[in-house]
């Protein structure tokens, strides 16, 4: 073990924060990390916007589905996919960005905002601070656009809430590595595996909520995905200039 595989491997989400800001040098570290991610040809296609303002804070709770803790944390960062600088650079070469109209452009981006989110998350729990990641804000993902007055070419993915745990939940289970992890050709007999992890999480819900709750992973996760998504994604990154053909 060193000091970043024990990070990660204490990785937990955090959603109660104490009131005590982040410090500035702290903040810097951890945009720092983020620019520090690969990117795709270099392309960089991430911008990060930092809330701090509490009256968009709790605006913001309310459009991701009331999560309270948006508004609780010292900071909200979000993470969005940008494609503006691109089209600067494509503009001052005199041709035209052709990219944004093909899916490609969105899975490059999504994969250069996931990496950076993720170095910025390591880092600030490697300072002490609890973060968690919020794809709630792409529930009226038109409402927020607006609010960060974005320009075409970008498009928010993702916020992050960072600040002081208030508390510090249990490490969550995850699935058993080989049900993740397959040598040379991927192995789709999985259903053993998935039984043990049910039985696996349904124990750690019992506990995490003092004998409320023992749903499992599988319920969980039919739960969500039976339904249509209620996000109207492709229209907000229509908007945006992405077609995604
Ligand atoms: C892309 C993404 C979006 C997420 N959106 C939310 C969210 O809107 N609200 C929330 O409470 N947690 C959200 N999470 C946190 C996950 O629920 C959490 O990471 C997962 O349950 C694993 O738990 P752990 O992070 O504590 O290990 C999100 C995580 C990711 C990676």
Same mark, same amino acid.
């Given at each position: 073990?060193?000091?970043?595989?024990?990070?990660?491997?204490?990785?937990?989400?955090?959603?109660?924060?104490?009131?005590?800001?982040?410090?500035?040098?702290?903040?810097?570290?951890?945009?720092?990390?983020?620019?520090?991610? !690969?990117?795709?040809?270099? /392309?960089?296609?991430?911008?990060?916007?930092?809330?701090?303002?509490? *009256?968009?804070?709790?605006?913001?709770?309310?459009?991701?589905?009331?999560?309270?803790?948006?508004?609780?944390?010292?900071?909200?960062?979000?993470? =969005?996919?940008?494609?503006?600088?691109?089209?600067?650079? =494509?503009?001052?070469?005199?041709?035209?960005?052709?990219? *944004?109209?093909?899916?490609?452009?969105?899975?490059? /981006?999504?994969?250069?905002?996931?990496?950076?989110?993720?170095? &910025?998350?390591? *880092? &600030?729990?490697?300072?002490?601070?609890? $973060?968690? =990641?919020?794809?709630?804000?792409?529930?009226?993902?038109?409402? %927020? %656009?607006?609010?960060?007055?974005? !320009?075409?070419? *970008?498009?928010?993915? =993702?916020?992050?809430?960072?600040?002081?745990?208030?508390?510090?939940?249990?490490?969550?289970?995850?699935?058993?590595?080989?049900?993740?992890? @397959?040598?040379? $050709?991927?192995?789709?007999?999985?259903?053993?595996?998935?039984?043990?992890?049910?039985?696996?999480? &349904?124990?750690?819900? @019992?506990?995490?909520?003092?004998?409320?709750?023992?749903?499992?992973?599988?319920?969980?996760? &039919?739960? @969500?995905?039976?339904?249509?998504?209620?996000?109207?994604?492709?229209?907000?990154?229509?908007?945006?200039? @992405?077609?995604?053909?």
């Amino acid at each position: 073990m060193n000091d970043v595989i024990t990070t990660i491997f204490n990785h937990r989400s955090i959603r109660s924060y104490s009131k005590s800001p982040i410090k500035e040098d702290d903040l810097d570290k951890i945009i720092q990390a983020s620019q520090h991610a !690969p990117s795709s040809i270099n /392309g960089q296609h991430v911008s990060i916007i930092a809330i701090k303002d509490e *009256v968009k804070k709790a605006k913001l709770a309310i459009l991701a589905g009331n999560q309270s803790y948006i508004e609780e944390a010292p900071l909200f960062l979000i993470f =969005c996919q940008d494609y503006y600088r691109a089209y600067l650079a =494509c503009q001052k070469n005199n041709v035209s960005l052709e990219i *944004v109209n093909h899916l490609e452009a969105t899975l490059v /981006g999504a994969i250069d905002v996931g990496l950076s989110m993720m170095n &910025a998350i390591n *880092v &600030a729990e490697s300072l002490g601070l609890g $973060t968690v =990641c919020i794809g709630g804000i792409r529930n009226q993902i038109e409402e %927020v %656009v607006r609010m960060l007055d974005l !320009p075409s070419y *970008v498009i928010p993915l =993702c916020g992050l809430c960072i600040g002081y745990p208030e508390d510090k939940s249990e490490l969550k289970p995850r699935l058993p590595h080989d049900a993740v992890y @397959f040598e040379e $050709t991927y192995n789709p007999n999985l259903n053993k595996q998935i039984d043990q992890y049910d039985e696996e999480m &349904a124990n750690y819900m @019992f506990q995490r909520t003092d004998g409320k709750s023992n749903r499992n992973w599988s319920e969980g996760i &039919a739960q @969500f995905y039976k339904n249509k998504s209620k996000r109207d994604i492709r229209k907000a990154m229509i908007g945006q200039g @992405f077609k995604n053909e």
